[in-house]
């Protein structure tokens, strides 16, 4: 019997944030995998991306191949610390995001679009 506990699953590899700037808007876009073990990397990068104190943060999870409840908290927490001075929205559509956010009720408690172009759109329209 082999134990591969820690080779079976390279956490280094699991999910990857990237930042880029639209208008006036902060775009965190998350790829790989939401879980307990990547949660508290996504809640970094909010927490650094909040840190310039954007108007407006959208988190991008198109490249979401699974969302786990813990990165559904870090979402809530991001709109809890981001306050009233930056506007939150998520970019998330199909059964891995999407379908979560919905079926928790999350798309009441900041924006969802189904793309990035959408959200910069809600964003501008206020």
Known sequence: ?????GDAYP?????TTSVSVHDEATVLTVAGEVDLAT????????DAALSGSPAALI??????T??????????VGAHQ???????????????ATGRQLKMTNLDQVFALHPTLDEALAGLREG
């Not at 019997?1 to 506990?5: A, K, L, R």
């Not at 949660?39 to 909010?46: D, F, K, M, R």
């Not at 699974?66 to 979402?75: T, V």
């Not at 610390?81 to 059964?95: H, L, N």
């Open 59 to 64: 988190i991008d999870l198109l490249q979401v």
């Open 1 to 5: 019997m082999t134990n591969t506990s």
């Open 81 to 95: 610390r981001a306050g009233q001075s930056t506007r939150i929205a998520v970019v998330a559509d199909g059964p």
């Open 66 to 75: 699974f969302l786990a409840s813990a990165g559904m908290a870090a979402l």
């Open 39 to 46: 949660a508290p990397a996504l809640e970094n990068a909010i």
């Open 11 to 15: 956490l280094a590899d699991a999910m």
